[in-house]
């Protein structure tokens, strides 16, 4: 019985020591997987701890600690950007080969078609009821095409006015300046007295009440949030652009009105948006489009500023929003396509990934939360998410619709349409446009079927 056990525990050790034995008993190497991540240059701000960063400065360094910790598959990444001009060639063009970007940071208006092409992976099987709750509602509402999400959204570029404090004093207009840093909310009645106001306060022949400009498409979506002015939807029920109704005539018509009035820079229609802003800081302008980081920007530049809503009609107001996010191409490889969700995963959960949203603004509540008594307004402009409207909303040629939008009001400002005559040529080029997306769209189906 000695020699048997001894003969089976001689063989047991040959075994093991022979190269087929050692095999068996090694564990089995993870399967390698490369991800592509492509993503256009878009600038994250001013990180606390980190400086001026990008999304590209983001990715590349939570690659490396995804990789120090993730088992599942032995996973390597090439992360590149690409001009804005660039995502046909980039994306577009390269879908379904060896090239294809597997993740990419959707700063982009062409998701909606991509999706209706079936080219993205709808990534709802990622958001637990944590992650849902985390996140304000009409920002899940802006990433969702056909009731389902296709861009976990990561930052929010949230737009409102900035207003300036001590020009608003010397008019008189204490009553009107929010408290304890927060958001302004008046009815378009009361904007117009601070207008009027303003204008009669100010004597500086260069230096105006609030902004206008169109001279290209930059900024074009506040514009159309100021149609909204006097109960204006935009669109109708059917998605297309419904201006001509007596609500939008009356809000092109005050929008000439201020032009005329002189409450608006003397020839607006030759002024874009960046100039505007400038006009801000040089203290030039009263009211003036703005985000978080331009806030910021103003006092650095000693401007003692608040911000504030568009105007409406109940006097909540709005405020302007898109998100930035990632999706995921479907490139048929279910490997890929689960290490591409892994990773996104991780992104949502890090720390430090998701202390890059500081520089914009958030899209989390409890990062907003964590940091906001450390950063200015960062809690108003978080609880002000609910008062966004959506003017994009899901165009599937939304290029198309900025291209045609702003020669309208540029038409209004110089004269060359009445208020009535804009409108109706907002509603007729624009739904053309958005007509003309649906088209390509149908046609592109067409031809991959």
Not at 281 to 308: P, S
Request: aromatic residues 10%.
């Amino acid at each position: 019985m000695r020699k048997r056990n001894l003969l089976c525990a001689l063989l047991a050790a040959a075994l093991c020591l022979s190269p087929a034995g050692c095999r068996a008993q090694e564990p089995a190497e993870p399967e390698k997987v490369t991800l592509t991540v492509k993503t256009p240059p878009i600038g994250l701000g001013n990180i606390p701890g980190a400086g001026e960063a990008e999304v590209y400065d983001m990715l590349t360094a939570a690659a490396e600690r995804f990789q120090a910790q993730y088992d599942k598959y032995d996973v390597e990444f090439s992360i590149s950007r690409y001009d804005y001009l660039d995502e046909q060639t980039q994306l577009a063009d390269k879908y379904g080969t060896p090239e294809s970007a597997d993740i990419f940071f959707a700063g982009s208006w062409n998701v909606p078609l991509y999706v209706k092409r079936g080219w993205l992976v709808p990534l709802d099987d990622m958001i637990t009821p944590e992650l849902r709750s985390d996140v304000d509602e009409s920002i899940w509402k802006q990433n969702t095409v056909g009731g389902k999400v296709y861009t976990l959204p990561y930052h929010q570029l949230q737009n409102t006015l900035m207003v300036n404090r001590t020009m608003m004093q010397a008019a008189g207009l204490e009553e009107y300046i929010p408290q304890d840093d927060s958001v302004a909310h008046w009815s378009t009645e009361e904007f117009n007295l601070i207008c009027q106001r303003l204008k009669e306060s100010l004597t500086d022949e260069n230096t105006f009440a609030f902004m206008m400009y169109a001279a290209n498409s930059q900024g074009d979506s506040h514009i159309m949030t100021l149609l909204r002015a006097y109960g204006c939807p935009l669109y109708d029920e059917n998605g297309n652009f419904a201006v001509n109704t007596p609500e939008g005539i009356q809000a092109l018509a005050w929008i000439k009105e201020m032009d005329q009035q002189g409450i608006t820079p003397k020839g607006a229609e030759n002024l874009e948006l960046l100039d505007c802003v400038n006009l801000f800081y040089n203290q030039q302008l009263a009211m003036c489009e703005g985000n978080l980081t331009n806030l910021w920007d103003a006092r650095n530049k000693g401007v003692d500023v608040f911000t504030a809503n568009f105007p409406d009609p109940s006097g909540a107001g709005f405020c302007t929003a898109s998100s930035n996010g990632f999706c995921v191409f479907d490139n048929g490889d279910e490997t890929k396509i689960q290490a591409a969700k892994d990773f996104l995963s991780f992104l949502l959960s890090d720390g430090e990934a998701m202390k890059y949203t500081l520089g914009t603004l958030p899209v989390s509540k409890s990062v907003t939360q964590q940091y906001q008594d450390e950063i200015w307004m960062l809690k108003a402009y978080g609880e002000n998410t609910a008062d966004t409207v959506d003017n994009i909303r899901g165009s599937l040629n939304w290029q198309g619709v900025r291209d045609v939008f702003y020669r309208n009001i540029n038409d209004l400002l110089t004269g060359e349409k009445s208020p009535e005559e804009a409108a109706a040529a907002i509603d007729e080029s624009c739904n053309a446009a958005l007509e003309q997306g649906r088209a390509s769209d149908e046609e592109s189906g067409n031809k991959e079927d």
